[in-house]
């Protein structure tokens, strides 16, 4: 084994301590080298085994390696430099540990062996140098060939001594048999090789959404820019990925060329960017959004806005708002502007010439003029006045003045002046006001009893039929011509089997849509609801079902209602 001191492990092996770098490898200058023949180790000679001894005194030629020179000394033709001995030169601090330990030991042979010279042979058996790494990943070995009288050793034998160096695992043996069984004395091979560890890696999380959206503008289908929209909100749904979790992965142990085991580190759990209303999946492999809202990052971590809250007006600093979720506007929603919410729309100023849709509630502390109002819920409101409105529940407001309302509940103005002057007012159960009309004479539609939905199905399902009568006729005469005909080959039969089973198909289709509209016809009679109002000036133009009547005098405390087929005027 080499004369270098190692370090101690578990297993009673020394580890190799790292040695003086090259300008302190002994030299040996006695005679002028000679110019190397080859860069690896060559005997000289017919019979590499065959080593001279000590007995004389050679001529040592000038080195600058001590295990060149004592290659040199024993017959190896060898260049003087580690290219000689390692196949891609000394390239790491442990194989220039080793390289130092080689040369320090062929010191010591050359100087057994000059201190010989004159006199008795020097003879030494037959040695294998063991060089370890730092870490015991890696083992090399050198041998170095008897000299005199010295005995060569077995492949058991430098097993014996790769183990006695603390050399257990990894250890090639077959390329220890083949440097042997070929004497390739004066040259490093790598005698083992252990397996290091492999850390797990760290988890980590894939973020689907960005942290920050800027706002955008876009252009539509026909390159137009509306720079109203720009795009600043991420909306998300409950149950859509806001992260996908990839967990930290195990590690795998090594081992070292002593067999001691070398553990592997575990990866770090990844910190995740969990916050208000953002969930973790049940597999602990996604976060969710556990509702509908806006997605915004802030302290290091998603959550989800169910409102939306703006401090101002709806103008051009903010853009159109196509929300999911709820809205709260303090100041008001500016002319050409747009504000949808798939949850409710608060306003606490007014809607000028401006869309607001909201599939819940609106309320509108200010009031609507002009523009278009759509609520899935109720809308509570000041005023409307030139305004669509189409509200699926109830319609409370002071003033509804020249607007077209469609109400899906009971429309009531009492508050304030409690007008409802001009326009076109719809309301399934009712309408209830202080003042109907003007003294101007300004005309007023109510259709009261007449749910919103149905009527326009029961006017769809007309149209349907009498398309489906059209086609039914001409049909019905292609029959008959082709019944008339005197001779019919077989794709006139094959045309009029054709024809007979469309007319049977439609006059089915015909039938089951008559059916349908008589049912909404009966829903839409209009009994059981009323106008009410402490005074209606005329025209006032009401129809309660199938049923239109014009008011045409001024008339206080009033009651307007169905009975008995025909509309009435009462008391209130």
């Known amino acids: 084994m080499s004369g270098y001191t190692a370090e101690k492990k578990n297993t009673g092996v020394e580890r190799s301590a790292p040695r003086a770098q090259e300008d302190s490898i002994p030299l040996v200058e006695d005679v002028p080298a000679e110019k190397p023949k080859d860069p690896r180790v060559e005997p000289a000679g017919e019979d590499a085994s065959s080593v001279p001894a000590a007995g004389s005194a050679p001529e040592e030629p000038e080195c600058r390696f001590a295990l060149t020179a004592l290659a040199r000394r024993l017959g190896f033709e060898t260049a003087d430099s580690p290219t000689a001995y390692f196949t891609d030169g000394v390239q790491t601090k442990d194989e220039e540990s080793f390289w130092t330990a080689l040369n320090s030991k062929a010191e010591s042979l050359l100087l057994m062996m000059r201190a010989a010279d004159g006199g008795d042979p020097f003879s030494a058996d037959m040695q294998l140098e063991i060089g370890l790494s730092r870490d015991w990943l890696k083992a090399w070995g050198l041998l170095l060939p008897p000299i005199g009288d010295g005995s060569a050793l077995t492949l058991g034998d430098l097993r014996r001594k790769t183990e006695a160096a603390g050399v257990c695992s990894g250890v090639d043996v077959d390329l220890l048999e ?92 990844p910190r995740l960017p969990r916050g208000k209303n953002i969930a973790l999946s049940e597999d602990g492999a996604k976060l969710v959004a556990e509702t509908d809202g806006q997605l915004a990052f802030a302290g290091n971590a998603f959550k989800i806005n169910p409102v939306v809250y703006i401090d101002g007006n709806i103008d051009s600093a903010v853009g159109n708002l196509d929300v999911v979720g709820s809205i709260n506007v303090k100041g008001n929603v500016l002319e050409g502007f747009t504000v949808r919410a798939t949850g409710d729309i608060q306003i606490f100023g007014s809607v000028v010439g401006a869309t607001v849709e909201a599939a819940g509630d609106i309320k509108i502390n200010g009031g609507v003029n002009g523009g278009t109002v759509s609520a899935g819920g109720s809308l509570i409101t000041k005023f409307i006045e030139n305004t669509n409105a189409e509200v699926t529940g109830a319609i409370t407001a002071e003033n509804i003045i020249n607007s077209s309302v469609v109400c899906g509940e009971k429309i009531t103005a009492v508050a304030g002046k409690g007008a409802i002057i001009g326009g076109s007012v719809t309301s399934f159960k009712g309408v209830e006001a202080k003042v109907i009309g003007s003294e101007r004479n300004l005309a007023t539609k109510m259709v009261v009893g007449c749910d919103p939905q149905l009527s326009q199905e029961r006017l769809a399902l007309k149209a349907e039929v009498a398309a489906l009568s059209k086609k039914a006729d001409e049909t019905r005469k292609s029959i008959r011509y082709l019944e008339g005909m005197e001779e019919t080959g077989p794709a006139q039969q094959q045309l009029l089997g054709k024809l007979r089973l469309d007319f049977s198909v439609t006059n089915m289709n015909i039938a089951k849509k008559t059916a349908r509209i008589q049912t909404l016809e009966e829903l839409l009679q209009g009994d059981g609801y009323q106008i009410v109002a402490s005074h209606i000036y005329p025209p006032l133009i009401v129809t309660m079902g199938t049923i239109t009547q014009h008011f045409l005098d001024e008339s206080r405390m009033s009651r307007i209602y169905k009975a008995d087929g025909d509309i009435h005027l009462g008391m209130k």
Do not use: H, M, S
Request: hydrophobic share 35%; glycine share 10%; aromatic share 8%.
């Open 178 to 269: 083949t440097t042997l069984d070929e004497k390739a004395y004066f040259r490093v091979f790598q005698l083992a090789e252990g397996k290091a560890a492999v850390n797990g890696t760290d988890g980590r999380v894939e973020e689907l959404f960005p942290r920050e959206k800027r706002a955008t503008i876009e252009a539509d289908e026909k390159e137009i820019v509306d720079f109203k929209n720009l795009n600043w909100l991420q909306c998300v749904n409950k149950g859509d990925v806001i992260c996908n979790i990839f967990p930290p992965t195990q590690p795998e142990d090594g081992c070292d060329v002593g067999g001691n085991i070398i553990k592997g580190k575990t990866g770090l759990e």
